[in-house]
């Protein structure tokens, strides 16, 4: 439904500007005008569980450890943490505009905001900022502070099986030589009821300065994802390349949680 309501049930038929529904929960034959549904699926028993007597619907995987995806949202708020370090509460003002506020440890606050849209069943293009406000902390510049990414996305596929493009900048009001592009690419899926496994891969592009080629840097990681109802708990290994000849530490392990909470 439009407020995000979920039917269970059969439709029956459809007429001019109706369908014909029966509820599971109901003996009537309810009659929902067409212009109210967004959606209208196949119910199936790997994708639901029962809870006190009432069906609710298995999360799907909408977004990765680090990075960001144009899927569409799946409740209306979440609760992320990484690490213990990030930790950033987010709510869905509607179905496509999602607003956050939190901390990233000792770095300062942490807002976010991700614009969705869905163009066809399986394709979504989207926008996302992070902008990182660090406390008692005046630039350079003779000004704030600010640190962030802005980066415009594409996601096709679903939960199932999906790939995920995104391209953007990385600001920093403290540096005189202004902006670096990152581009951040995912593919993956889900190999179980409860598990997904994906791979991620940031790449920044520096700055070339007096002709010397651009730095690079890129942080490419794996990992798997368990979800149990409201819960997902996710679990990888990531690394740091830069430059062309040598590689960073090695793979360090990072820890996951997201908390999903409130009806479509």
Do not use: C
Not at 62 to 89: F, G
């Amino acid at each position: 439904m439009l407020d995000y309501t979920k039917l269970l049930g059969i439709a029956l038929d459809i007429e001019g500007d109706s369908i014909y529904f029966q509820l599971r929960s109901s003996t009537e034959v309810s009659v929902i005008p067409l212009d109210q549904l967004r959606f209208l699926g196949i119910f199936t028993g790997n994708t639901a569980k029962t809870i006190n007597g009432r069906f609710q619907a298995a999360i799907p995987l909408t977004d990765l450890t680090y990075e960001r995806t144009a899927l569409p949202y799946q409740t209306k708020s979440q609760l992320r943490v990484i690490n213990l370090i990030y930790i950033v509460p987010e709510w869905n003002i509607n179905k496509h505009l999602q607003l956050g506020v939190g901390m990233a440890g000792p770095l300062g606050i942490l807002t976010t905001a991700r614009l969705r849209y869905t163009i066809l069943p399986d394709v979504h293009v989207g926008l996302s900022n992070q902008t990182l406000f660090p406390p008692l902390s005046q630039g350079f510049n003779d000004g704030p502070l600010v640190l962030g990414d802005a980066h415009a996305m594409v996601t096709v596929g679903s939960d199932k099986r999906f790939f995920n493009y995104g391209t953007g900048i990385l600001y920093n009001t403290d540096d005189f030589e202004g902006t670096a592009w990152g581009h951040r690419v995912a593919l993956g899926g889900q190999v179980s009821r409860k598990w997904h496994l994906y791979a991620e891969s940031l790449m920044v592009l520096g700055r070339s300065r007096n002709g010397t080629p651009r730095d690079v840097t890129i942080l490419p990681s794996i990992n798997a994802a368990l979800g149990a109802r409201s819960h997902r708990w996710q679990f990888g290994l990531i690394t740091v390349y830069n430059g062309f000849n040598d590689f960073g530490p090695l793979p360090i392990p990072y820890v996951g949680y997201s908390y999903y909470w409130g009806n479509r």
